[in-house]
């Protein structure tokens, strides 16, 4: 099974324009990204494929693979998309540019929902983890995922999900890791048809495929690091990286 990491790199991001070039500690945000991705040996390539001439330059000045996109693309899934058109590849996994500190186990995990006769029915997959802070459970940056009995995912919202109603059961919240993996197929599908009313509501590209009838497959991991979405995650990456 042949295993290729992707890693969307857009510059101009809405909430932190350039986020990705910021440095945390001595490198950029994408250079670790990079570097932990490469790190787990578990690819038979990783590449970053990005809009930026100044994130091509950075990666591939350091030795890395990028490619460049050749046109204008609305998700990270449509760039990686125009990327594996063309490759022989079984699955790809997008690994987003703004999680610096992946690490071995979780995508570990995530490849391994792929193996086997139950396997060859797992389509795509991503990764969650249990929420217990209650600002970030109220905060619409962090998108929450509610699943089913057998993991799969029912819903993505930035809204609290589920809503507790009811005050006398413990609810557990998970929060959606931006991480997922895809047979090939089942990527290029999604960027065939048009952007669904859920996913153009909520921002939250995953909705396309459970809005098309795809299900996808979420796994439990422990705490990645820090995602970096604003100016202030990037504080927060910093003391994470000093522990």
């Keep these: ?83 594996v058109a063309e490759m022989e590849v079984d699955v790809v996994v997008n690994v987003q540019g703004d999680e610096p500190f992946v690490k071995k186990e979780p995508l570990q995990k995530i490849l391994r929902v792929f193996e086997g006769e139950e396997g060859k029915k797992v389509q795509v997959a991503s990764l ?54 895809f047979r090939k197929k089942a990527l290029l599908d999604f960027t065939s048809w048009p952007m669904t009313p859920l996913e153009a509501a909520e921002k939250i590209e995953c909705l396309r495929y459970l809005e098309n009838g795809i299900s996808i497959k979420m796994i439990t991991v422990e705490y990645m690091g820090v995602e970096i979405d604003t100016p202030e995650d990037l504080v927060r990456a910093a003391q994470y990286l000093n522990k």
């Design 128 to 181: 969650m983890q249990v929420l217990k802070v209650q600002e970030f459970i109220d905060d619409p940056n962090y998108v929450k995922v509610a699943v089913d009995k057998n993991s799969n995912a029912l819903f993505f919202s930035r809204s609290v999900i589920p809503y507790p109603r009811s005050k006398d059961i413990s609810i557990t919240y998970y929060e959606h890791i931006g991480v997922y993996a």
């Design 1 to 83: 099974m042949k295993k290729v990491a992707f890693i969307p790199a857009r510059y101009a991001a809405s909430r932190f324009p350039a986020k990705l070039m910021q440095m945390l500690g001595d490198k950029p945000v994408i250079q670790h990204t990079y570097d932990n991705t490469l790190a787990t040996g578990l690819f038979d390539e990783v590449v970053v494929v990005t809009d930026s001439a100044v994130i091509y330059d950075q990666i591939t000045g350091s030795g890395g693979k990028a490619v460049m996109s050749k046109k204008e693309h609305e998700s990270g899934s449509d760039r990686i998309a125009e990327a």
